[in-house]
């Protein structure tokens, strides 16, 4: 059971290349995110998909595309990186259980993270 | 608006002490979900501890405890007999639903160093 995983661990690129970050999960969960790490602003959501065959932008979702492949696989593109997309990127997943009290409760679960650097 | 906010971003504790980490959190939705995240200098995000609005009890998972007050909506995370090994960042994070989806929002984190 490896639960998240993140491909590649680092990268870097040159401003105008695309890469695509590959996240990957084993614990049947229905949600799945992506996010940004910057020193001093803790995390930021990109893009999340709460099933699969679902996307919906976050907070900061501009210069980025998502493609949720399949329940397990939830992948992040940059097509033309800029050196602001330097950053720690995140990806995570959550189930959700119905409570006695009719509401729901998930704790989401992250990979190990990919350091980008875009030059 | 949904917001979460840690006001300490460094905290210093000694060996075996315990050490309290401020959260406070501002939301509209009445079913939320508040946790807590430690993230080393390895740099992964481990899940610690969860508190539901609606849990009567303060949350517990061995070492960590939530002081969960709903009325000054704030979310403190207490480490007792603190170790070496919690020396990292910790985040408090909020899930509440809004615009027909549960979001979820992270606070900028506090920074503990544990000192032998």
């Known amino acids: 059971n490896a639960g998240v995983t993140q491909t590649p661990k680092f990268q870097v690129l040159k401003t105008g290349q695309s890469m695509t970050l590959q996240c990957a999960q084993d614990?049947?969960?229905?949600?799945m995110y992506w996010y940004r790490q910057d020193p001093g602003m803790g995390l930021r959501l990109i893009y999340y998909?709460?099933?699969?065959?679902?996307?919906d932008k976050g907070e900061v979702p501009n210069g980025y595309n998502v493609s949720r492949l399949n329940k397990r696989e939830f992948s992040l593109r940059l097509e033309s990186a800029a050196p602001s997309q330097t950053s720690v990127y995140f990806c995570a997943s959550s189930e959700q259980i119905s409570s006695a009290f009719g509401w729901s409760t998930d704790t989401q679960y992250f990979g190990p993270g990919t350091r980008l650097t875009v030059l | 608006a949904q917001k979460i906010t840690q006001t300490q971003p460094g905290m210093f504790v000694q060996e075996k002490e315990a050490v309290t980490l401020d959260c406070t959190y501002d939301?509209?939705?009445?079913?939320?979900?508040l946790f807590w995240y430690k993230q080393p200098s390895s740099g992964e995000m481990i899940f610690l501890i969860y508190q539901g609005s609606y849990d009567q009890q303060n949350a517990t998972e061995g070492r960590y405890s939530l002081n969960f007050q709903k009325a000054r909506k704030s979310a403190n995370l207490v480490i007792s007999a603190s170790q070496l090994g919690d020396s990292a960042m910790y985040f408090c994070a909020m899930r509440a639903f809004t615009s027909g989806t549960y979001k979820y929002i992270f606070g900028t984190g506090t920074r503990l160093k544990v000192l032998a």
């Open positions: 998909s709460a099933s699969e065959g679902t996307t």
């Open positions: 939301t509209s939705d009445p079913s939320y979900g």
């Open positions: 614990m049947n969960h229905n949600s």
